[in-house]
């Protein structure tokens, strides 16, 4: 059974970065797609980035386009996201999730297995 591993998440001044962890365990992520999603108080969780099996394709949401980096090491069955000019919009919890048949191309959709999340706070 796959199980994934949040790590990194905190308080940070806006304008901070953060790197944020998903380790894998049970199973090898080489055959599945991974996503960061997040959910803020209040609201429907919301895909923020993903990246397929092999790291050759990646998407990211509007909301974080341009500020942040998903990437992958399956030798070390971990995926990071990381996330530079927070604002403090992007305060959630935020969830690694991985899917054998996870979407990247057409947004991410379709993953399966989910970490317990990390919480990232934006403030001053």
């Known amino acids: 059974q796959l199980e994934l591993v949040e790590s990194g998440g905190g308080l940070v001044q806006p304008g901070g970065s953060l790197r944020l962890s998903c380790v894998a365990s049970?199973?090898?992520?080489?055959?599945?797609?991974i996503g960061w999603f997040r959910q803020a108080p209040g609201k429907e969780r919301e895909a923020v980035a993903c990246?397929?099996?092999?790291?050759?394709?990646?998407h990211y949401e509007y909301s974080v386009e341009g500020r942040s980096t998903i990437s992958r090491e399956n030798v070390k069955n971990t995926v990071w996201l990381q996330m530079n000019s927070l604002k403090s919009e992007d305060t959630a919890v935020y969830y690694c999730?991985?899917?054998?048949?996870?979407?990247?191309?057409?947004?991410?959709?379709?993953?399966?297995?989910w970490g317990q999340g990390t919480q990232v706070t934006v403030s001053s």
């Open positions: 049970g199973s090898s992520l080489d055959y599945y797609a």
């Open positions: 999730a991985a899917g054998a048949y996870g979407s990247v191309d057409s947004g991410c959709v379709g993953y399966t297995y």
């Open positions: 990246i397929s099996s092999t790291g050759t394709r990646t």
